[in-house]
């Protein structure tokens, strides 16, 4: 049925399998009696502690809280192309290089390809047994005949469970074919990185039961075109969500960036427009240029393009700008661009695109044009700058890299104070 007679709406309504052995609920059970069970003391529990899994993938372990957890599921969503498969082969590669038993089953590519990508890559990918196969109920039977102690399904959305209709990847199936695998996985104490697709807009695809189901979400993020990826935990029952990792796609394989302040300060141009955030990657600081261009523009409305920061941020910064700090950028087009392909997702980044707008919108380098100006702050809607997490690591990071002082909300309470402290004034800016 394309339409819900209940409320109307379209392609809403989602096949379930019925559950095997009969009806569902009570009535099914009418002739054997249900016993209650005796609640235990948590301090009674016995909880031994399981050694985690190294994929020996230093940020991937990490993100997860060390390791993977035997019997548990990982979800890894990210766009196409961003290094999915890449990052899974070498972290089965590498668990298999160090003895475990490990099985890659893939959906999406032939066993070729998987090979073809495995040649690339550093370490024992090429150990990695491998079955191309989009069949549920066989992946299923595979892997209770193999019984790995770490298996990557590539890709949840490429499964197929016989007993709905539905084509692969559609709500229906996912669910299914997640529910499924995490029944065994859990009795099998395999460990499973499902790798999922994420739609346009950047959500996971499938149902949102699909991350109620797992026991960690990571996600995956970066543009295709730039080299640099950042793997976020947005979920994690055995550890931190605060955690995130930074990769660089390379001819062999992703490889760890352990200095990527180092980098990205030493790429940031002292030019107008230009200054430096010192962001927080999950637990770790990190600085990054941001970028802005104000430039006139023949279109109405003007543009506003923002690239790793939320356009709404954006529109927010420029209002607070215009009504408290005196920068009004009118009817002329707005770029601004976090350099690197990275994406800061924090209002501690509200002062960075403040700053690199007032500068570009006056044609003033930000600084003393020696070393670049590093700031972070969030920016309240009277013009106030209001505190965020982690000040001291942030400042410790700028130290670190020569940059200083840094203007934060402690340095200045307010964005005119900012502004000042940041941009020299010269004459020209004083008429403008
Ligand atoms: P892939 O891991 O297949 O992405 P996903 O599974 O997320 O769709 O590959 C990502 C891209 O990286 C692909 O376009 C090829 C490229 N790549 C490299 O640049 N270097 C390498 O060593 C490998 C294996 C891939
Ligand atoms: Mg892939």
């Known amino acids: 049925m394309g339409q819900c007679p209940g409320c109307g709406e379209w392609n809403t309504l989602v096949e379930e399998a019925p559950p095997p052995g009969g009806s569902r609920g009570s009535a099914g059970r009418a002739g054997s009696a249900v016993r209650a069970v005796t609640p235990v003391a948590l301090a009674e529990v016995q909880a031994p502690r399981?050694?985690?899994?190294?994929?020996?993938?230093?940020?991937?372990?990490?993100?997860?809280?060390?390791?993977?957890?035997?019997?548990s599921l990982v979800l890894l969503g990210g766009s196409p192309g961003i290094g999915k498969s890449t990052l899974t082969s070498m972290a089965l590669g590498n668990l298999a290089g160090a003895g475990r038993r490990t099985l890659y089953v893939s959906g999406e590519e032939s066993?070729?390809?998987?090979?073809?990508?495995?040649?690339?890559?550093?370490?024992?990918?090429?150990?990695?047994?491998v079955v191309a196969e989009t069949d549920l109920d066989t992946v299923l039977a595979t892997l209770e005949a193999e019984r790995p102690e770490v298996c990557v399904i590539d890709s949840v959305q490429t499964l197929h469970a016989a007993e709905l209709s539905g084509a692969a990847g559609s709500v229906g199936q996912v669910r299914e074919v997640a529910d499924r695998i995490t029944r065994l996985a859990k009795a099998r104490g395999i460990a499973v990185l499902l790798v999922g697709h994420v739609t346009k807009e950047g959500a996971l695809a499938g149902p949102?039961?699909?991350?109620?189901?797992?026991?960690?979400?990571?996600?995956?993020?970066?543009?295709?075109?730039?080299?640099?990826?950042?793997?976020?935990?947005?979920?994690?029952?055995?550890?931190?969500?605060?955690?995130?990792?930074?990769?660089?796609?390379?001819?062999?394989?992703?490889?760890?960036?352990?200095?990527?302040?180092?980098?990205?300060?030493?790429e940031a141009t002292r030019a107008p427009g230009s200054v430096v955030l010192a962001a927080m990657e999950g637990s770790r600081p990190l600085l990054v240029e941001v970028q802005a261009l104000v430039s006139p523009s023949e279109l109405v409305p003007p543009r506003r393009i923002a690239n790793g920061i939320d356009r709404n941020r954006l529109a927010l910064v420029l209002a607070v700008l215009g009504r408290h700090a005196g920068v009004g950028v009118g009817s002329a087009d707005v770029f601004v661009n976090v350099a690197g392909g990275v994406r800061v997702d924090e209002p501690g980044a509200d002062l960075a695109v403040a700053l690199a707008v007032a500068s570009a919108q006056r044609g003033v380098v930000a600084g003393?044009?020696?070393?670049?100006?590093?700031?972070?702050?969030?920016?309240?809607?009277?013009?106030?700058?209001?505190?965020?997490?982690?000040?001291?690591?942030?400042?410790?990071?700028?130290?670190?890299?020569?940059?200083?002082?840094?203007?934060?909300?402690?340095?200045?309470?307010?964005?005119?104070?900012?502004?000042?402290?940041?941009l020299p004034a010269r004459p020209r800016a004083r008429a403008a």
């Open 208 to 266: 949102r039961v699909l991350e109620h189901l797992v026991d960690c979400v990571l996600q995956f993020e970066g543009e295709r075109e730039r080299t640099y990826r950042t793997l976020r935990a947005l979920k994690n029952r055995f550890g931190s969500t605060n955690e995130a990792g930074v990769f660089e796609m390379a001819g062999g394989g992703l490889v760890e960036v352990a200095d990527a302040s180092a980098r990205f300060v030493g």
């Open 50 to 71: 399981i050694p985690r899994l190294k994929t020996g993938i230093g940020e991937l372990d990490r993100v997860l809280g060390g390791g993977l957890v035997p019997g």
């Open 111 to 129: 066993a070729a390809q998987i090979k073809l990508r495995a040649e690339r890559l550093p370490g024992a990918a090429l150990q990695v047994p």
């Open 368 to 422: 003393d044009g020696a070393r670049p100006v590093a700031c972070f702050g969030e920016l309240g809607l009277s013009g106030e700058l209001r505190s965020v997490a982690h000040p001291d690591r942030r400042q410790a990071e700028a130290r670190k890299f020569g940059l200083g002082p840094v203007i934060c909300p402690d340095a200045a309470p307010t964005l005119r104070a900012a502004l000042s402290a940041a």
